[in-house]
């Protein structure tokens, strides 16, 4: 399995911006299908969006749509997710994940990692 590490979460006020980074380690991202999912307190975790393994599909939660963006530094081995026009409503822990394919569910998804917080006050 792949350990992953995420890492750029924080306070940030609604309308701001914020990237989130996803360094993987032990192996590389390549072959992987890649996850964001969030969960905030009291919630489900919630899919936020999806690359594939090939790279050639890209899904995203409706609720973050023209909003956030995937991308991949393969020389870094390193996945980001660019969050703008946030909202008081994208507060939550931010998780990426991989897997052999991917997908939106998270049960699809083998490696989790740790979380980072992110809170966007009004």
């Known amino acids: 399995q792949v350990q992953l590490v995420e890492s750029g979460g924080g306070l940030v006020q609604a309308g701001g911006s914020l990237r989130l980074s996803c360094a993987a380690s032990?192996?590389?991202?390549?072959?992987?299908?890649v996850g964001w999912f969030r969960q905030a307190p009291g919630k489900e975790r919630e899919f936020v969006v999806g690359r594939s393994s090939t790279g050639l599909l890209t899904s995203y939660g409706d609720s973050v749509k023209g909003r956030f963006t995937i991308s991949r530094d393969n020389a870094k081995n390193t996945v980001y997710l660019q969050m703008n026009s946030l909202k008081p409503e994208d507060t939550a822990v931010y998780y990426c994940?991989?897997?052999?394919?991917?997908?939106?569910?998270?049960?699809?998804?083998?490696?989790w990692g740790q979380g980072t917080q992110v809170t966007v006050f009004s």
């Open positions: 994940a991989a897997a052999s394919y991917g997908g939106t569910l998270p049960t699809k998804y083998d490696s």
């Open positions: 032990g192996r590389t991202f390549s072959g992987y299908g």
